[in-house]
T-cell receptor, first 112, second 116 residues
Framework: TQLLEQSPQFLSIQEGENLTVYCNSS?????LQWYRQEPGEGPVLLVT?????EVKKLKRLTFQFGDARKDSSLHITAAQPGDTGLYLC????????????FGAGTILRVKS | ETGVTQTPRHLVMGMTNKKSLKCEQH?????MYWYKQSAKKPLELMFV???????ENNSVPSRFSPECPNSSHLFLHLHTLQPEDSALYLC???????????????FGNGTRLTVT
C-alpha cells in the first residue's frame, strides 16, 4: 500500500469535458504539491496548497486541499489536448520528518 | 529552456557496461537530487546532495554511484546494471536540502535508460 494514493490511474476524455483527479492519504500532510509531467519532459510544479480547506485556481485548473489535510483534488474544466500529461501529487508528511512523498500519478489523455 | 539540464536524453547499455548520467542546474540552488521513475510507480528518491555533501542515500544498490563535484553539477555513475534498472532517471534541484511548501523541486527532463 502506498502512502499516497492517486485516482484514477488513467483517464481518457474528449476535448471540452470536465474531470477530477484525487490524491488521498491516511496521514496528514503539512503541505501538498501538484506537478504536471508532459511526455518526454520532467515534472513541473503547478501549485502548492498549505492550509486545510484551501482552494487555488490556475486558469481552468482548480486545486482543493481537504479540511483535514489528508486529501486533495484537481479539477479541470473544459479540458484541452494541451492538458494531456501525467499529473503527480506530492505530499510533505509531518510524521515522516517532512519528507516529500510522491503518488504514482494520473495519466490524462485529452482527445480532440 | 529548463533550468536543470540532463544528458544524455536516452541511453541504452548492456549489463557489463559503465556509463554516467550528467545533470547541471543553472538556478543557483544548493541541493540536487536523483530520482528514479518507473511506469505506474511513484517517483523513488535515490540520493540527495546539499552543498555538495550527500545527505541521503535511500538504500540504493552500489551499482549506482553518485558524484557531486559542486552545487551545480551532479553525476550518476552506472555499472553492471540489471534490466530492472531500466527507467527514467530524473535530476532535480531546490534552493536548499529541505523541500518545503515554498521551496519546491525543479526537475530536468530526465534520461531514459534501457538496460539490455
Amino acid at each position: 500500500t502506498q502512502l499516497l494514493e492517486q485516482s484514477p490511474q488513467f483517464l481518457s476524455i474528449q476535448e471540452g469535458e470536465n474531470l477530477t483527479v484525487y490524491c488521498n492519504s491516511s496521514s496528514v500532510f503539512s503541505s501538498l504539491q501538484w506537478y504536471r509531467q508532459e511526455p518526454g519532459e520532467g515534472p513541473v510544479l503547478l501549485v502548492t496548497v498549505v492550509t486545510g480547506g484551501e482552494v487555488k485556481k490556475l486558469k481552468r485548473l482548480t486545486f482543493q486541499f481537504g479540511d483535514a489535510r489528508k486529501d486533495s483534488s484537481l479539477h479541470i474544466t473544459a479540458a484541452q489536448p494541451g492538458d494531456t500529461g501525467l499529473y503527480l501529487c506530492a505530499g510533505l508528511f509531518m510524521e515522516y520528518g517532512n519528507k516529500l512523498v510522491f503518488g504514482a500519478g494520473t495519466i490524462l489523455r485529452v482527445k480532440s | 529552456e529548463t533550468g536543470v539540464t540532463q544528458t544524455p536524453r536516452h541511453l541504452v547499455m548492456g549489463m557489463t557496461n559503465k556509463k554516467s548520467l550528467k545533470c547541471e542546474q543553472h538556478l543557483g540552488h544548493n541541493a540536487m537530487y536523483w530520482y528514479k521513475q518507473s511506469a505506474k510507480k511513484p517517483l523513488e528518491l535515490m540520493f540527495v546532495y546539499n552543498f555538495k555533501e550527500q545527505t541521503e542515500n535511500n538504500s540504493v544498490p552500489s551499482r549506482f554511484s553518485p558524484e557531486c563535484p559542486n552545487s551545480s553539477h551532479l553525476f550518476l555513475h552506472l555499472h553492471t546494471l540489471q534490466p530492472e534498472d531500466s527507467a527514467l532517471y530524473l535530476c532535480a534541484s531546490s534552493p536548499n536540502g529541505r523541500v518545503s511548501y515554498n521551496s519546491p523541486l525543479h526537475f530536468g527532463n530526465g534520461t531514459r535508460l534501457t538496460v539490455t
